[in-house]
């Protein structure tokens, strides 16, 4: 399986300005992205940035790096511009790997382009784990996905879904036992067709109200195919306290046993 991951980077950032650029252990948190996604099966990695410090700190570190328009709304017009300038074709896979996952999990790339790669009637693979407490499930920045029973997704959403209406009748935030409650991690393999046509489709109704672009997707259609795994994956980087916490794992990383 050949497939390609691309990063998209930008320096803008509310809560961590320069969030791309932050040190690690001594590394840029892009480039720790970068050298974590190449321990995939991925033929080729690629930053997609809109900021010449960004590509300065790429190239010094042997990462390939593409600057891209600033303009981008999304991440994902950002990876069409490089499916754009690359000339890939139609059927190839492509994995955005969000530039703040420096201690993303290479195996579950692997997942997510393998799925895609499975299904040529999918557009688009990504992956969920399960819901463990109600805290989750009823927090809004915690987005959830409802799937068939074949592993399309059927839905995302903040609020709590599925909605169980018997536990939950007397007001009481609960999960209740056995809810196929899913929380979805934001790691997606596209074909190149897709991301082609991506930017040209409006915005829809419930894109625009969640918030949440993969929506577009299935507002016109497109199939998701969601991969599924027993835990959630180690968090990216949000809030200082996440770089603290990353920090301090690639501390105890590497004076471990070994």
């Not at 530039?99 to 997510?112: N, R, S, Y």
Request: one cysteine or more; glycine letters at 6%; a negative charge.
């Amino acid at each position: 399986m050949n497939f390609l991951v691309v990063i998209p980077a930008r320096a803008a950032s509310t809560r961590l300005p320069g969030k791309p650029l932050l040190d690690l252990g001594g590394l840029p948190m892009v480039v720790r992205t970068a050298r974590q996604a190449a321990r995939s099966q991925a033929a080729r990695v690629l930053v997609a940035t809109d900021h010449p410090a960004i590509h300065a700190a790429a190239q010094a570190h042997a990462i390939e790096c593409m600057i891209t328009r600033p303009d981008h709304p999304t991440g994902t017009d950002r990876l069409a511009e490089v499916v754009q300038r690359l000339h890939l074709p139609e059927d190839s896979i492509v994995v955005n790997v969000q530039g703040d996952e420096p201690l993303i999990d290479p195996t579950l790339i692997d997942a997510v382009a393998q799925l895609l790669a499975a299904h040529p009637e999918a557009a688009i693979a990504t992956c969920a784990a399960p819901i463990a407490d109600a805290r989750a499930l009823f927090n809004p920045n915690v987005v959830k996905v409802v799937c068939a029973t074949d592993g399309r997704a059927l839905y995302f959403s903040r609020a709590p879904i599925p909605w169980a209406r018997d536990a939950l009748a007397t007001g009481e935030k609960c999960l209740a036992p056995g809810l196929p409650a899913w929380h979805h991690i934001g790691l997606y393999a596209y074909r190149a067709g897709f991301l082609r046509q991506f930017p040209q489709r409006p915005t829809g109704c419930l894109e625009r109200f969640e918030s949440l672009e993969q929506l577009r997707a299935l507002e016109h259609g497109d199939t998701i195919l969601v991969h599924t795994v027993d835990q959630m994956p180690a968090a990216g980087v949000d809030t200082p306290e996440d770089l603290e916490r990353v920090r301090q794992t690639l501390a105890n990383t590497a004076h471990g046993p070994g």
